[in-house]
């Protein structure tokens, strides 16, 4: 197991403190929150640069989840919030069950709202998460820690490589023991924080536009979109329902009336009832259709009949 000590830690870039910020308790207000601005978009640049890194491990991760695998994030503080974040909104947008997207951040679920900082310090604790949630040679483990060198979070995706499963480590600075401790190192440099050390600014909003690719791509790969629309969507509230409506009027081409008739004929249900309407056929047929398309709604209403 890689041992990860608090040497060096000020010479980590996103430690360091950027001149640029040294007068912010003086500024104005709208001077401030120009200046914030100004330094938040040089983050989607820095996203833009690993990109050779996020590709092949986005590919790897979806090629797994299509044979059964799982998405797991696996964070301390910040990161681990973020990834509590993401897991959490797979559900309500692609109908995944909570199991095959979620995360372990360190100190446990009340660490989500409660600052639990000391539990990122604990390497077993990592690696026992990682047995408890019986990870496996077909699941994703997707570590993240701003510093790269979050003890939690190394000994965790090093309990998950050694387990088989695809890790991938998500940093913000280079040459991190996370990155040497997964398959798939990913290192988003965004240099010093507006607040030095502050890593929940430029570092967190790194991790989330990352965690929005893996997620989001994923699940377009896995058929849980056509074209750009969630046609998975979990129908829950007024709002999802009006938006199922106008979808299947759309796929369908016929009027709001008739494809609201349909969903609720068929519980909600954005991709039955669009073949249902396209194709002509009960729920039964439309079901199975798509079952054996895997999901892919297009592949169904494009097959010749």
């Not at 900082?117 to 047995?131: K, L, N, Q, T």
Request: hydrophobic share 45%; charged share 25%.
């Amino acid at each position: 197991m890689t041992r990860v000590d608090g040497a060096g830690l000020g010479l980590l870039t996103t430690e360091l403190s950027d001149p640029r910020f040294d007068g912010i308790d003086d500024m104005p207000v709208a001077q401030l929150a120009a200046l914030m601005n100004e330094v938040d978009a040089e983050v989607p640049a820095a996203v833009g640069r690993a990109l050779p890194r996020i590709g092949p491990a986005i590919e790897a991760t979806a090629e797994r989840m299509r044979l059964g695998g799982r998405l797991v994030y696996v964070g301390a503080g910040t990161p681990g919030r973020i990834g509590v974040l993401d897991a959490s909104e797979c559900p309500p947008t692609f109908s995944t069950p909570p199991e095959q997207v979620f995360a372990i951040i360190a100190g446990g679920p009340s660490a989500v709202s409660s600052a639990a900082e000391g539990a990122e310090d604990d390497a077993d604790a990592g690696m026992r998460a990682i047995d408890a949630a019986g990870i496996g040679d077909l699941d994703t483990v997707v570590g993240l820690a701003s510093s790269g060198r979050t003890p939690f979070v190394v000994a965790a995706v090093e309990r998950a490589r050694e387990r088989g499963a695809l890790t991938v480590g998500l940093s913000c600075n280079a040459g991190a023991p996370l990155s040497a401790a997964a398959e798939h190192p990913i290192e988003v440099l965004v240099g010093p924080e507006l607040v030095a050390g502050s890593t929940r600014l430029k570092a967190g909003t790194a991790q989330k536009l990352v965690l929005n690719m893996f997620s989001t791509i994923v699940m377009v790969r896995l058929g849980k979109t056509y074209g750009n629309l969630m046609v998975d969507v979990r129908a829950s509230n007024d709002k999802l329902r009006d938006r199922a409506v106008r979808m299947v009027a759309g796929i369908a081409s016929v009027p709001p009336a008739e494809a609201r008739r349909m969903l609720e004929a068929c519980g909600y249900d954005v991709k039955v009832a669009s073949v249902r309407l396209v194709r002509g056929v009960d729920e039964e047929r439309a079901r199975r259709a798509l079952d054996a398309a895997g999901g892919r709604l297009r592949a169904v209403l494009e097959e010749e009949r």
